[in-house]
């Protein structure tokens, strides 16, 4: 009878000691599933897919990889909207209430929905891809962002590609522009080519749409009355530029554009801003404030720290344009 009670409890005290070992296993291994949460997690809403914003999000990752970030410290949760605004606002509202470390926001729409999703919340928000962030909203400053919020901006060196388009076309007099009517960012750059453009001797005429499947009937029209097409940062018009394009060079007019993403299709240069260094920026802002506890309200946006001049020689010879030889100097040339 002793025997039979001393079993069970000898079996209890086993049992005890097993679990207290496992204990102390989970302890001292912090790689183990018991440790998973101590990872960050960071939203990532991208307004839209094509290859500059998709450069802004590899960017990004690659910096955070760079700085100690990736995947086995940190949870990417990585949505797209497909160009729709309300399906930015779900996002971001569903990152919200995950409890998201941190929200990187691809693009103006993208951009404004995280902020109203945060407004009454602590969750930081880093945007990227939004040519005037005052302007759309998000900041109250870009020195001093205030709030939550805080990024890069992807304004292009509009003047820089005004001289280019001179250089190569000096005999050209007007620039047709698209843009989207429903994001500020185009109507911005159009209202700031148009300023500039006097001073180099170009007129501006450009067209607004509300669909990308406008954008061919609204290049073919404008191509009657241009010299040449300067396609912007705009998320609808880049995502037509193969469109843009075929309308233009039906005509034997060129197509220049803000960033090189798109060369492929068929423009004939850019003095192109990187949004892969600017996802690198994005990504030390990131770092900075989950890391080094920076507030977002106290880092200023920044912008593009450099161009590169991108050439598609083949399209020049196509077109029967000669390129200057300064320009071919400093020029990478671009090759399909």
Same mark, same amino acid.
């Given at each position: 009878?002793?025997?039979?009670?001393? +079993?069970?409890?000898?079996?209890?005290?086993? +049992?005890?000691?097993?679990?207290?070992?496992?204990?102390?296993?989970?302890?001292?291994?912090?790689?183990?599933?018991?440790?998973?949460?101590?990872?960050?997690?960071?939203?990532?809403?991208?307004?839209?897919?094509?290859?500059?914003?998709?450069?802004?999000?590899?960017?990004?990752?690659?910096?955070?990889?760079?700085?100690?970030?990736?995947?086995?410290?940190?949870?990417?949760?990585?949505?797209?909207?497909?160009?729709?605004?309300?399906?930015?606002?779900?996002?971001?509202? &569903?990152?919200?209430?995950?409890?998201?470390?941190?929200?990187?926001?691809?693009?103006?729409?993208?951009?404004?929905?995280?902020?109203?999703?945060?407004?009454?919340?602590?969750? /930081?928000?880093?945007?990227?891809? #939004?040519?005037?962030?005052?302007?759309?909203?998000?900041?109250?400053?870009? *020195?001093? /962002?205030? @709030?939550?919020?805080?990024?890069?901006?992807?304004?292009? /060196?509009?003047?820089? &590609?005004?001289?280019?388009?001179?250089?190569?076309?000096?005999?050209?007099?007007?620039?047709?522009?698209?843009?989207?009517?429903?994001?500020?960012?185009?109507?911005?750059?159009?209202?700031?080519? !148009?300023? +500039?453009?006097?001073?180099?001797?170009?007129?501006?005429?450009?067209? @607004?749409?509300?669909?990308?499947?406008?954008?061919?009937?609204?290049? *073919? &029209?404008?191509?009657?009355?241009?010299?040449?097409?300067?396609?912007?940062?705009?998320? +609808?018009? #880049?995502?037509?530029?193969?469109?843009?394009?075929? !309308?233009?060079?039906?005509?034997?007019?060129? #197509?220049?554009?803000? *960033?090189?993403?798109?060369?492929?299709?068929?423009?004939?240069?850019?003095?192109?801003?990187?949004?892969?260094?600017?996802?690198?920026?994005?990504?030390?802002?990131?770092?900075?404030? %989950?890391?080094?506890?920076?507030?977002?309200?106290?880092?200023?946006?920044?912008?593009?720290?450099?161009?590169?001049?991108?050439?598609? &020689?083949?399209?020049?010879?196509?077109?029967?344009?000669? #390129? /200057?030889?300064? %320009?071919?100097?400093?020029?990478? %040339?671009?090759?399909?």
């Amino acid at each position: 009878m002793k025997n039979r009670k001393i +079993m069970p409890l000898i079996l209890a005290f086993s +049992m005890c000691l097993a679990g207290l070992s496992g204990c102390s296993q989970d302890a001292a291994n912090p790689n183990n599933d018991s440790g998973s949460d101590d990872k960050l997690t960071i939203g990532i809403v991208q307004h839209q897919e094509h290859p500059a914003l998709d450069s802004a999000r590899e960017g990004f990752l690659a910096k955070l990889k760079e700085l100690g970030y990736d995947e086995t410290k940190v949870d990417f949760q990585i949505k797209y909207a497909q160009g729709e605004a309300s399906t930015d606002d779900l996002i971001a509202k &569903q990152f919200v209430s995950d409890k998201v470390d941190l929200i990187y926001a691809i693009a103006t729409p993208a951009a404004q929905s995280a902020y109203n999703a945060t407004m009454d919340t602590e969750v /930081p928000v880093i945007f990227n891809a #939004v040519t005037d962030a005052v302007e759309a909203g998000i900041v109250q400053s870009n *020195e001093q /962002p205030g @709030g939550n919020v805080t990024g890069v901006s992807d304004a292009a /060196p509009l003047e820089a &590609q005004i001289k280019l388009i001179r250089e190569m076309l000096p005999e050209a007099k007007t620039i047709g522009m698209l843009y989207n009517l429903g994001e500020v960012n185009g109507k911005i750059q159009v209202d700031q080519v !148009k300023a +500039m453009a006097p001073d180099y001797g170009f007129e501006v005429k450009e067209l @607004g749409v509300s669909a990308t499947t406008e954008i061919p009937t609204a290049a *073919e &029209q404008l191509s009657g009355d241009v010299d040449c097409f300067y396609n912007i940062t705009d998320n +609808m018009v #880049v995502n037509a530029t193969a469109s843009v394009v075929d !309308k233009a060079n039906a005509k034997n007019l060129p #197509v220049f554009a803000a *960033e090189d993403g798109q060369m492929a299709q068929g423009l004939l240069a850019s003095d192109s801003i990187s949004y892969y260094s600017l996802g690198e920026q994005a990504g030390q802002m990131a770092y900075d404030i %989950l890391i080094n506890g920076k507030a977002p309200a106290d880092i200023p946006v920044e912008t593009a720290k450099d161009t590169t001049l991108i050439l598609n &020689q083949k399209v020049a010879e196509t077109l029967g344009i000669e #390129v /200057p030889e300064d %320009l071919l100097k400093r020029a990478s %040339l671009f090759e399909e």
